[in-house]
């Protein structure tokens, strides 16, 4: 299994919408476990194919505590939304380091692609929820700092883009 490079927010082709996976294949198995391997290195819970620059509907996720129950979810779709919903810090791979509190729904249920092909639904509660919500906005250009204040966003970007060239610098120095 390969690493896979995460984008990083404020880069555009993070808000590219994810095409739908016509066939899943060998490539796209592979795709899973590679994304599973990035996800694991990097201490996510959650990554979707968009975030390796990779425009499919894709994402893999695993909130357990023991991080041994990967699910691959291939070409999402929410069916079923409760109307409780939950603030909670969120945080992002593609924005290391920045957490903050977004608003989902409580409970939701999703229909997918498993790895093997095959359809399933599974119903989220709690991590997995949000996951799930965070994950699929992905899927469709969108980072979780877009719930946020312009003022919060622009300093998010700012400090992005500065951690961006100081780790550029020490890595030709």
């Known amino acids: ?9 404020p880069d555009p082709r993070l808000h590219n919408v994810a095409r739908p996976v ?12 590679d994304m599973l391997a990035t996800m694991y ?27 041994n129950q990967p ?18 810090d969120e945080g992002c791979l593609s924005v290391p380091t920045i957490y903050d509190e977004v608003e989902r729904h409580a409970i939701v249920t999703v229909r997918a692609q498993g790895r093997d092909g095959q359809p399933f639904e599974l119903e989220a509660h709690d991590l997995m929820a949000v996951c799930v919500q965070h ?8 980072v979780f700092v877009e719930y946020l204040s312009p003022l919060k966003r622009e300093r998010i970007k700012t400090k992005m883009i500065k951690k961006t060239r100081d780790e550029m610098g020490r890595r030709r120095a």
């Open 1 to 9: 299994m390969a690493l896979l490079n995460i984008l990083r927010y």
């Open 71 to 88: 699910w691959v979810l291939i070409n999402p779709e929410i069916i079923a939304r409760s109307a409780e919903m939950r603030r909670s």
């Open 41 to 67: 290195d990097a201490e996510g819970v959650g990554l979707a194919a968009t975030q390796v620059d990779v425009h499919l509907r894709l994402l893999v996720m695993d909130t357990s505590d023991g991080h």
């Open 135 to 142: 994950e699929m906005d992905h899927l469709l250009g969108k």
């Open 22 to 33: 016509e066939q899943v294949d060998d490539y796209i198995r592979q795709l899973a476990d």
